[in-house]
């Protein structure tokens, strides 16, 4: 592909962006890997090197790109901050500014050569599954816009994948979609679109990560896992969700488990995609204590399965889920604490 084919025609160079998908993440993560992977960055290199454990009370939304992030001290939020931690990766939302022009950064942005990753509701995206049956807040990746073909070009690497034109106007109507409450989908209907976009940039590019590098990420991890603070961090904030999120069950608040299933997938995605960082850096490495630190990972991430489908399951009615939710409760908290212990005592030698 080609810049400024014409005055209407808006494409990044060289090839369309390149799928970044694995099983546990969601669309928030394989977007971020889209673009760190055209910036030619091994995107598991920074979307795994940082694992923490963060849950905000009342801040969860119904939607799938939903990621823990406290704001800044302008009050902006930067998810590129939240999802890498230990690089200089960063992000922040933006909506048009001209309601006479709503394509007007997304030019800007094309033409800069840069990627738009922009929130969309599946309902209206005639290559998703739900297209046209249900409503859900997603994220795709814009990488081209020819205004006198009346398409735009998308990139989708959340199953069944996509890549290629959608007629602009099937793509405004999903773009700014109220998204409205949605019984076949609890979790990630209810949330206005708003026409949001991230603008997502890497400050510097990442140090070679060698043992040495790795281990002080690792360090700083287990201290913040391992130490009290005001907000819920660590095991001791985990404790804290899950007590609460166990008691509202036994209060009958569906919405304990409404707001579960969206902020379980993101710490879900993190513990996968450090788990695998460290069993890869441990087999590259010859250290089979690494990527046994890895797999316990890993784990963590598996467990949050049974926690989130119980509770999705148990939506109807959170008394009678309770118990069940509480014994997975207890089994993540159990898979969290060896995860802790095997990367710290690995930490503490590399």
């Not at 690497?157 to 773009?175: D, K, N, T, Y």
């Not at 990560?209 to 095991?235: C, H, I, K, N, Q």
């Not at 009958?252 to 902020?263: I, M, S, T, V």
Request: a negative charge; aromatic letters at 10%; glycine letters at 8%.
């Amino acid at each position: 592909m080609t810049a400024g084919v014409t005055a209407r025609t808006y494409m990044i160079v060289g090839p369309e962006p390149e799928w970044w998908y694995r099983d546990l993440v969601s669309c928030l993560q394989a977007t971020f890997g889209t673009v760190l992977a055209r910036a030619g960055v091994d995107p598991l290199s920074v979307l795994g090197a940082g694992w923490r454990f963060l849950h905000l009370p009342g801040d969860v939304r119904s939607e799938e790109f939903y990621y823990p992030c406290p704001a800044d001290e302008s009050g902006q939020l930067d998810l590129g901050s939240a999802l890498a931690p230990h690089h200089q990766l960063r992000s922040r939302w933006w909506q048009p500014a001209d309601e006479n022009d709503v394509w007007r950064e997304v030019r800007e942005t094309l033409a800069d050569d840069r990627l738009v990753i922009a929130a969309v509701d599946n309902f209206h995206l005639p290559f998703r599954p739900a297209y046209g049956d249900v409503h859900a807040a997603h994220l795709v990746v814009v990488y081209g816009l020819d205004e006198t073909r009346g398409v735009v070009y998308v990139s989708d690497a959340m199953p069944p994948a996509f890549r290629g034109a959608v007629p602009i106007e099937e793509f405004l109507r999903s773009w700014g979609s109220a998204n409205p409450s949605d019984v076949q989908d609890a979790f990630f209907s209810d949330s206005q679109i708003g026409r949001r976009c991230l603008d997502v940039r890497l400050d510097a590019p990442p140090a070679p990560l060698t043992p040495e590098l790795l281990g002080s990420y690792l360090r700083t991890d287990v201290e913040t896992f391992t130490t009290a603070s005001a907000t819920r961090t660590g095991l001791a904030g985990f404790d804290a969700f899950a007590t609460e999120l166990v008691d509202r069950c036994r209060a009958g608040d569906a919405d304990a488990l409404r707001e579960l299933y969206p902020f379980g997938w993101g710490m879900q995605a993190q513990a996968s995609l450090h788990g695998e960082l460290l069993r890869r850096c441990g087999r590259q490495w010859n250290d089979p204590a690494l990527a046994g630190a890895g797999r316990a990972v890993e784990a963590v991430a598996h467990a949050w399965t049974g926690l989130r489908f119980t509770g999705a399951h148990g939506l109807d009615d959170p008394r009678a889920a309770a118990a069940d939710i509480a014994h997975h409760a207890t089994v993540l908290r159990g898979k969290y604490a060896r995860a802790v212990d095997a990367v710290g005592t690995t930490a503490a030698r590399l």
